[in-house]
């Protein structure tokens, strides 16, 4: 199971974001991506984010409505803290890391005690390889596997030749500045 950082949902849902092509590669392969709470209140706050979103933020309805379109329409789960994480937090607390990366550190830990596999644009990541418990928090960038998965930032041609945002099953959205209920295209 993939957990997505909060980079790949939000390039994934704004089509106007420069890895959004990027990210919609990553869903056509994506291994039954989930969310944990921290990501999708991140995700909800750059919704509502007047300069996250270009001057056009949702209201906090809309980007409530975003989140559980994305949760029933999809099926992505939101998974609950698994047992170990915060020993595996506190090793690295101990080890220390730059106080931007309370977060980064979070998702991280939260991977390895719950075995998932950790996917996101964000190269600070690769930080917690070498104090992963088990090893291999960091796998080959861009490469299927267990660990981190870089998405490669690649150029992005152009979105309109490479069909729907792809990964609503039932149905799709994508946020385009506002919400886009039901649409299909980016």
Same mark, same amino acid.
Do not use: I
């Given at each position: 199971?993939d957990?997505?950082?909060?980079?790949?949902?939000?390039?994934?849902?704004?089509?106007?974001?420069?890895?959004? +092509?990027? +990210?919609?590669g990553y869903?056509?392969g994506?291994e039954?991506?989930? %969310?944990?709470?921290?990501t $999708?209140?991140?995700?909800?706050?750059?919704?509502?984010?007047? !300069?996250?979103?270009?001057? !056009?933020?949702?209201s906090?309805?809309? +980007?409530?409505n975003?989140?559980? $379109? %994305? *949760? /029933?329409?999809?099926?992505?789960?939101l %998974? /609950?803290?698994p047992?170990?994480? /915060?020993?595996?937090?506190?090793e690295?607390v101990?080890?220390?890391?730059?106080?931007?990366?309370?977060?980064? +550190?979070? %998702? $991280?830990?939260?991977?390895?005690?719950?075995?998932?596999?950790?996917?996101?644009?964000?190269?600070?990541?690769?930080?917690?390889?070498?104090?992963?418990?088990?090893?291999?928090l960091?796998?080959?960038?861009g490469?299927p596997?267990?660990?981190?998965?870089l998405?490669?930032?690649?150029?992005?041609?152009?979105? *309109?030749d *490479?069909?729907?945002?792809?990964?609503?099953?039932?149905?799709g959205?994508?946020v385009g500045?506002?919400l886009a209920?039901?649409?299909?295209? $980016?």
């Amino acid at each position: 199971m993939d957990l997505p950082d909060l980079n790949v949902w939000f390039a994934l849902l704004v089509p106007e974001h420069p890895f959004h +092509a990027q +990210a919609r590669g990553y869903w056509r392969g994506a291994e039954e991506p989930a %969310l944990c709470r921290v990501t $999708a209140l991140g995700l909800v706050r750059l919704l509502t984010n007047p !300069k996250a979103m270009d001057g !056009k933020p949702l209201s906090l309805g809309e +980007a409530w409505n975003v989140y559980r $379109a %994305l *949760r /029933e329409m999809s099926g992505v789960p939101l %998974l /609950e803290e698994p047992s170990g994480l /915060e020993d595996v937090l506190g090793e690295w607390v101990a080890s220390g890391f730059p106080p931007r990366l309370w977060t980064d +550190a979070y %998702l $991280a830990a939260f991977a390895v005690a719950g075995g998932y596999r950790l996917v996101t644009f964000d190269g600070d990541f690769h930080r917690f390889h070498a104090a992963s418990s088990p090893p291999g928090l960091v796998g080959p960038p861009g490469l299927p596997g267990e660990g981190l998965t870089l998405v490669p930032s690649l150029p992005l041609g152009s979105l *309109r030749d *490479r069909g729907p945002p792809g990964p609503w099953p039932r149905g799709g959205f994508c946020v385009g500045g506002r919400l886009a209920r039901g649409s299909q295209g $980016a």
